[in-house]
C-alpha cells in the first residue's frame, strides 16, 4: 500500500513528480494557506507531509494527524513555525532544506542592502510621480558600501553568504553568534566580535541571519537601536520578529536609522496601510528570500527526497530532530 502524503501548497513540479511516482498524494492548491483545521483535516491519518512556514505544527496538529504520521518535511529552512517538543512527543522527524536557499538569499540580502542604502525606493517613487525634474547634486545622496562595515547578526550559511559578497565589494565583515558552531565564511576576512553591542556599534550596515528564537525576537529593539551608528542601513531576511517594528517605526522616522531593507516583517503579510509601507526610507518584499526558480525547484526535490527518506526508513542529512528517529515510533 502506498504511503499517504499531503503537500500544503502547490510546490514546483520538480518535487511533486518525485512523490507523485511513490505515493498517494494529495496537494493544497489555493492560493492561500490552508487554515489550521483545514490542515488538520487534510493532514488525518497521513504518512508524511510537506508543509510550509505559513503551517503552526503544533500538538494539535500533531494530534490530528494521528500515528502514522512519521515525518513532516518543511519546505523551508526556518522551523519556527514548529513546536519541536511536540514533534518529539508525537515520535515525528522534522526535515528542512536549509542548503538549498543559501545563495539565493544571500543575494536578496545583498540586493536589498544596496537598494537601501542608494534610496532606490525613494528614486523609483520619485520618478513615477512626477518628481524627477533635473539633474542635482544633492538629490538623493546615500551610503557607500564599499569602505563601509557590515555587521552581521548569525553566522550561519546565510550570513557567510553575505559576508563573501560584501568582502568582494570592499567592505569590511564583523559578525556576532553566540553559538559555538559558527560555518566558517570561506576565504572571507571576517572578525568576530564579542558582543551584540560591540557590533552594532561598529556596524555601518547591521543584516540579520539568526533564526527567530526566544533570544533574538526583537533583538533589535529600541535599546538596541541606541547603540547602533546614527544613519546605519538595516537589513532582515531572517524574520520578522527578531526587530520590534514600532521601535523600527520611530527609528526610520527620525532618520536614527538611514534606511531599512526588509524581506520579512511582523507582522507577515504587512497590511498595505501599515507605517512601515509609507515611509520612504523603508524598502520592503514580501518574504521572497528565495524565490528563483531553481531555488524553489531545488528546495522542491530536497524537501521530497527527505519525506521519501523517512518513509522508506533512511535518515536525511537535514533532519532537525535526529534523536527522534532511534525512538519507537
Ligand atoms: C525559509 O526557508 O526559512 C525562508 O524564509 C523562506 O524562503
Redesign the pocket.
Known sequence: MSHRVFVSRLIPEAGLEILRARTDLDVWSGEMPPSPTELRDRVKGCDGAICL?SDTIDAAFFKAAGPALKVVS??????NNVDMNAAREARVIIT???DQ?TE??AELAFTLMAAAARRVKEGIDNVRDGQWRTWGPLILRGRDLRGSTLGIIGMGRIGAALARRAVAFGMQVVFFDPSPFMIPPGDAPVTRVATLDELLGRSDFVSLHCPLTPQTRHIIRKETIALMKPGCVLVN???GPCIDTDALVDALKKDRIFAAGL??TDPEPLPADHPLVSLPNCLILP?????TFS?RDA?AVGAARNLLDVLDNRLPADTLNPDVFSLPH
Open positions: 512556514l518543511l519546505f523551508a529552512a526556518g522551523y528542512n532544506t536549509p536557499l539565493a538569499t531576511t531572517a524574520r524581506d520579512v518574504h521572497v528570500g528565495s524565490a531555488t528546495m
